[in-house]
């Protein structure tokens, strides 16, 4: 397998794909953003950018000369991926970095969520498909888990609201969880690049936390140097609303449940390994990072 040099992202400005191509540019590659013909998204001036309609002619076209192809759309876009697949394969791409960036093929996550994973899973086994009949197509999936720096600011429900030093702890705050913060998502597509032959045709697991909701709320208090007010809950009682919530139709059901993937008693569902040397992020050059350290990039 050749070295890995020009990478076209898809999605490239949205919350993962920004610190994604932030990172592939810092470490030399050369980055072209691939963006919908009708996209109104804002993307960096300085890199190559080209608008195109996502159909496969066009697609084929727009990745032509490209080594690697990395997916990072939104949910909306992740019913798209085959033809990405088939267009990347078309132009002669080596590698894609399918649209995992969550939870990986052995998801322990809830029913309702089955009909989601569904179509992400149609993207992935076709590239594994299409992997298996053409040795010079690959494909590698990131499972990075909770997004810990994105998620836990943007979601008080997820137990911390750092504007107000308040929190919400679901039970004794001991259901331990991994987390890989933006870094460590962009430093797993650059790894991943940069290891063709160990990442080549498989999910990896990462990670750069693994902690609870106990050890953040301490760190919080140390850190602010202050008691901070806190609500303590139980998790069964998020599940049920949720999928409650789930059942009518109403709206707020994905984020009660996907907090509820993370702290739901004894069941280890926010772990994708079991621990930083069972995880792929050594490989990937995915630093451990502390709560500390977590904690003040929250506070920051
Ligand atoms: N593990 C977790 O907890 C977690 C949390 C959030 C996201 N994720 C996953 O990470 C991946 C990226 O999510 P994200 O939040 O970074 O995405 P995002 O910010 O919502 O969207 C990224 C980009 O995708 C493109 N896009 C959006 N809708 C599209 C559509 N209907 N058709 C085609 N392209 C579309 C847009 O790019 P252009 O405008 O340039 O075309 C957009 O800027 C997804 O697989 C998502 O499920 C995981």
Redesign the pocket.
């Known amino acids: 397998m050749s070295p890995i040099k020009n990478v076209a992202v ?9 610190p994604i191509t932030q990172a592939l540019q810092a470490s030399g590659f050369k980055v072209t ?4 013909e ?4 804002i ?1 960096p001036a300085d890199i190559s950018t080209i608008r195109t309609e ?1 159909t496969l002619e066009a697609l084929t076209k727009a990745l032509n000369n490209q080594d690697a192809v990395v997916c ?7 019913p ?1 991926q085959k033809t990405f697949v088939d267009a990347a394969e078309a132009a002669g791409v080596q590698r894609f970095i399918i ?5 990986g093929p052995d998801a322990r996550g809830f029913p309702e969520f089955d009909a989601i994973h569904a179509i ?1 899973r149609e993207g992935w086994d076709y590239a594994a498909k299409k992997a298996k009949d053409n040795k010079n197509f690959t494909w590698t999936g990131l499972t ?4 810990i720096d ?2 836990m600011k943007k979601f008080p429900l997820m137990g911390f609201d750092v504007s107000k030093h308040e929190a919400i702890i679901y039970d004794q705050g001991k259901e331990r969880f991994t987390g890989t913060t933006l870094a460590g998502i962009g430093q797993a597509v650059v790894g991943t690049l940069q290891h063709p032959e160990e990442t080549a045709n498989r999910f990896l697991k990462v990670q750069s936390i693994q902690t609870c909701q106990t050890e953040l709320l301490d760190t919080f208090e140390k850190i602010t140097g202050e008691k901070w007010k806190v609500t303590r809950t139980i998790s069964k009682e998020l599940i049920e609303k949720g999928k409650e919530e789930n059942k009518a139709a109403i709206g707020g059901w994905v984020l009660k449940l ?1 907090v509820s993937h993370l702290y739901d008693v004894g069941q280890g569902r926010g772990m994708v390994a079991p621990s930083r040397e069972e995880s792929d992020a050594a490989l990937l050059g995915v630093k451990e990072e502390s709560a500390e350290y977590v904690v003040a990039k929250l506070l920051g």
């Open positions: 898809i999605g490239a400005s949205g919350n993962f794909g920004t953003i691939i963006t919908r009708t996209s109104t998204t993307h996502y990072v759309v939104g949910p909306g876009g992740v798209l649209d995992d960036f969550g939870w992400r990075t888990g909770n997004p994105w998620a996907a």
